[in-house]
C-alpha cells in the first residue's frame, strides 16, 4: 500500500488554459475526496465521490470545475479557463465507507500566471 | 454556521517547552474531531481523532487532544516540543455520517526555537 498518490505534484499554466490532476487512492478505499487549500488558509471540500458515484459537490466547486471517477478507482479534477483565483494545492483523500477519517495524498500545487 | 476557529496564526515555543494548540467548533451537533499537522508543501497527516469514549484523545508523535462539549472545544497539547514538530498544524470537523466531508480550521503554524 503506497498511499493516496498525486500526480503531478506542481503544475504551472497560463490563465484560460486548461488543467487536469490525478489521484490514485489506496486500493480499498470506496470513497475519494477532493480538498482545495490556498496558500494561509485550511483546506475546503470540493466534492466527493463514493465508488463512481459523485455524491456531493460544494458551491466552490463552479462549472468549469468536473471532477470524474469513471471506474471506482482512479479521480480527475479538471480546470477549464483556468484564473489566476484557482491558484492553490489541490489535496485528494481517500477513506473507507464508515471509516470516518481517510489518508490525504501530497497534494499538487498549481500556479496559474 | 459551521465553521472552526484556531485563534492562534503563529506560536513559538522553545524546545522541551509544553504545548497547547487551541481549537473551538461551531457545528449543529457534537461532530467528528481531528488534527492534522502539514510541513511545508506536503499534504496532510493525522495526529488523532475523537469520535466518542474518552474524552481525553492519544495520538502520534507524543500528542494527545481533549474534547470539552460544554467549551465546544478541542485542544491539542504535548508536554515536551522537538524542533522536528515544526509544522502547521490543522483542526478540523466533520459529520457523524461518516462522509469524511470535513471543515477545517486557517490552522497554526509552530515554530520551535533551538
Known amino acids: 500500500d503506497t498511499g493516496v498518490s498525486q500526480d503531478p505534484r506542481h503544475k504551472i499554466t497560463k490563465r484560460g488554459q486548461n488543467v487536469t490532476f490525478r489521484c490514485d487512492p489506496i486500493s480499498e478505499h470506496n470513497r475519494l475526496y477532493w480538498y482545495r487549500q490556498t496558500l494561509g488558509q485550511g483546506p475546503e471540500f470540493l466534492t466527493y465521490f463514493q465508488n463512481e458515484a459523485q455524491l456531493e459537490k460544494s458551491r466552490l466547486l463552479s462549472d468549469r470545475f468536473s471532477a470524474e471517477r469513471p471506474k471506482g478507482s482512479f479521480s480527475t479534477l479538471e480546470i477549464q479557463r483556468t484564473e489566476q483565483g484557482d491558484s492553490a494545492m489541490y489535496l485528494c483523500?481517500?477513506?473507507?465507507?464508515?471509516?470516518?477519517?481517510?489518508?490525504f495524498g501530497s497534494g499538487t500545487r498549481l500556479t496559474v500566471v | 454556521a459551521q465553521s472552526v476557529t484556531q485563534p492562534d496564526i503563529h506560536i513559538t515555543v522553545s524546545e522541551g517547552a509544553s504545548l497547547e494548540l487551541r481549537c473551538n467548533y461551531s457545528?449543529?451537533?457534537?461532530?467528528?474531531l481531528f488534527w492534522y499537522v502539514q510541513s511545508p508543501g506536503q499534504g496532510l497527516q493525522l495526529l488523532l481523532k475523537y469520535f466518542s469514549g474518552d474524552t481525553l484523545v492519544q495520538g502520534i508523535k507524543g500528542f494527545e487532544a481533549e474534547f470539552k462539549r460544554s467549551q465546544s472545544s478541542f485542544n491539542l497539547r504535548k508536554p515536551s516540543v522537538h524542533w522536528s514538530d515544526a509544522a502547521e498544524y490543522f483542526c478540523?470537523?466533520?459529520?457523524?455520517?461518516?462522509?469524511?466531508?470535513?471543515?477545517f480550521g486557517s490552522g497554526t503554524r509552530l515554530l520551535v526555537r533551538p
Open positions: 457545528y449543529g451537533a457534537t461532530p467528528y
Open positions: 483523500a481517500s477513506s473507507l465507507e464508515l471509516q470516518g477519517s481517510g489518508t
Open positions: 478540523a470537523v466533520g459529520p457523524r455520517d461518516s462522509s469524511y466531508k470535513l471543515i
